[in-house]
């Protein structure tokens, strides 16, 4: 049985340009990049270059970019590291951000005994951020930072970060982005979003996991989680990990160079995909706001979302369930919950995310296959009653 991978917002396989950039780091040129000597020359001379790709990737110069081990650790250095050295205040999100935001937020509130004050901002039924509950967040207190993904890895749907940027500034607040998802997948330039700190992540972009990067304004001073030997310029100690930082650098590029060749081909196939489950009745989340090319989130009223991900499994398919995106809240979609989704759909919840690795005959076989699933377990639950 050959098998169709549509999780790509779960996590990627590793390109083969990256996989060969990174191969010579393990064994040959396996140097600490602190050492003097010719191999550690050579490490510290791969982590420039690697610096260079992620930064041009994003618009941004080297010295903007902090490496770290994940986007958890980038979004949680963002918001401890900047609390660590603003005056207590009001923590933004939105309420739709993955859990490494949300919880670190909900933590600095705790830790700082409430000198933190926790707002969650309100999204409307299509997922994106009010506007307006934000001009109230910022009034009703003096907000120290905000922090609002550019895309949610569920619904896929991409917040104006821009707008949200001027508006919190306007406050005086410090503003950051999750971009974990939205980069390789729509333009993410640094500039251009007009934010203090962005994450991304090389997992998401067909690079290796425990790679990843904080891009902050140069003015930002931030306190590290890690201490030690102050490497990334004393924001995140500990020796750097070479593959892994090379195999970042190399997807960056690939994914700038790349970015309208695959949205363009993902996107085809998306509406190809989300002709056919509309035609089978489905619901899509977040259908009438802007999101990302490749990820379409849907539910089949009365069939639930756990059971056609394992069915789907069994013929053949990698689809992830509301779920499964939160393993926090197993079972519930935070994210869908935030939306006003009435919770008997929710658990309805099923999310594709397609990547440059499959074909429109995949999404044919795919549809297919919900098809037939759907039309047994409907069968099976009237046999029920
Ligand atoms: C929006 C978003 N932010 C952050 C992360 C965490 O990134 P990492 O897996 O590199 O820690 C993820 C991973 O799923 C994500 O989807």
């Known amino acids: 049985?050959?098998?169709?991978?549509?999780?790509?917002?779960?996590?990627?396989?590793?390109?083969?340009?990256?996989?060969?950039?990174?191969?010579?780091?393990?064994?040959?040129?396996?140097g600490n990049a602190s050492s003097r000597h010719a191999l550690g020359i050579a490490a510290r001379r791969a982590?420039?270059?690697?610096?260079?790709?992620?930064?041009?990737?994003?618009?941004?110069q080297p010295a903007q970019v902090v490496f770290t081990s994940g986007g958890s650790e980038a979004n949680n250095l963002f918001i401890q590291g900047a609390a660590g050295y603003l005056k207590p205040a009001q923590i933004a999100v939105?309420?739709?951000e993955h859990p490494c935001v949300m919880r670190s937020a909900q933590?600095?509130?705790r830790n700082s005994r409430g000198s933190w004050k926790l707002r969650r901002l309100a999204v409307d039924n299509q997922g994106q951020v009010d506007l307006g509950d934000l001009d109230n967040a910022m009034l009703e207190q003096q907000s120290g930072l905000v922090s609002v993904m550019l895309a949610n890895n569920e619904t896929g749907v991409i917040q104006d970060v821009a707008a949200i940027a001027q508006k919190a500034r306007a406050y005086g607040a410090w503003v950051h982005t999750d971009a974990v998802q939205a980069f390789g997948k729509i333009p993410a330039d640094f500039a251009s979003l007009?934010?203090?700190?962005?994450?991304?992540?090389?997992?998401?972009?067909?690079?290796?996991?425990?790679?990843?990067?904080?891009?902050?304004?140069?003015?930002?001073?931030?306190k590290p989680l890690i201490y030690g030997g102050g490497h990334e310029n004393g924001l995140r100690s500990g020796t750097e990990n070479v593959p892994a930082i090379v195999g970042l650098g190399v997807a960056c590029g690939l994914a700038k160079a790349r970015l309208t060749e695959?949205?363009?081909?993902?996107?085809?196939?998306?509406?190809?995909?989300?002709?056919?489950?509309?035609?089978?009745?489905?619901?899509i989340f977040g259908l009438g706001a802007p999101r990302l090319p490749n990820t379409c989130y849907f539910a089949l009223a009365g069939i639930e979302g756990d059971t056609l991900v394992v069915r789907l499994d069994k013929a053949g398919f990698a689809v992830a369930s509301g779920a499964a995106?939160?393993?926090?809240?197993?079972?519930?979609?935070?994210?869908?919950?935030?939306?006003?989704?009435?919770?008997?759909?929710?658990?309805c919840a099923?999310?594709?995310?397609?990547?440059?690795?499959?074909?429109?005959?995949?999404?044919?076989?795919?549809?297919?296959?919900?098809?037939?699933?759907?039309q047994e377990l409907k069968r099976i639950s009237m046999l029920a009653i």
């Open 1 to 30: 049985m050959t098998y169709a991978y549509f999780d790509h917002n779960a996590t990627t396989a590793v390109d083969d340009a990256v996989l060969d950039a990174m191969l010579p780091y393990f064994q040959k040129e396996y």
């Open 47 to 60: 982590v420039n270059q690697a610096r260079e790709q992620v930064a041009d990737s994003v618009g941004a």
């Open 94 to 96: 939105s309420s739709v």
């Open 107 to 109: 933590e600095l509130a």
């Open 194 to 222: 007009n934010v203090h700190a962005m994450t991304l992540s090389g997992h998401k972009i067909y690079g290796p996991k425990g790679a990843a990067a904080l891009i902050i304004d140069k003015r930002l001073l931030l």
């Open 262 to 283: 695959r949205t363009t081909r993902i996107l085809a196939m998306r509406s190809q995909l989300e002709q056919g489950l509309i035609g089978m009745g489905a619901v």
């Open 325 to 347: 995106c939160s393993s926090v809240n197993p079972g519930r979609s935070h994210v869908l919950e935030a939306m006003g989704i009435d919770p008997t759909l929710t658990r």
């Open 350 to 374: 099923v999310r594709v995310s397609l990547g440059s690795d499959n074909s429109p005959a995949q999404v044919e076989n795919f549809l297919r296959a919900v098809g037939s699933v759907a």
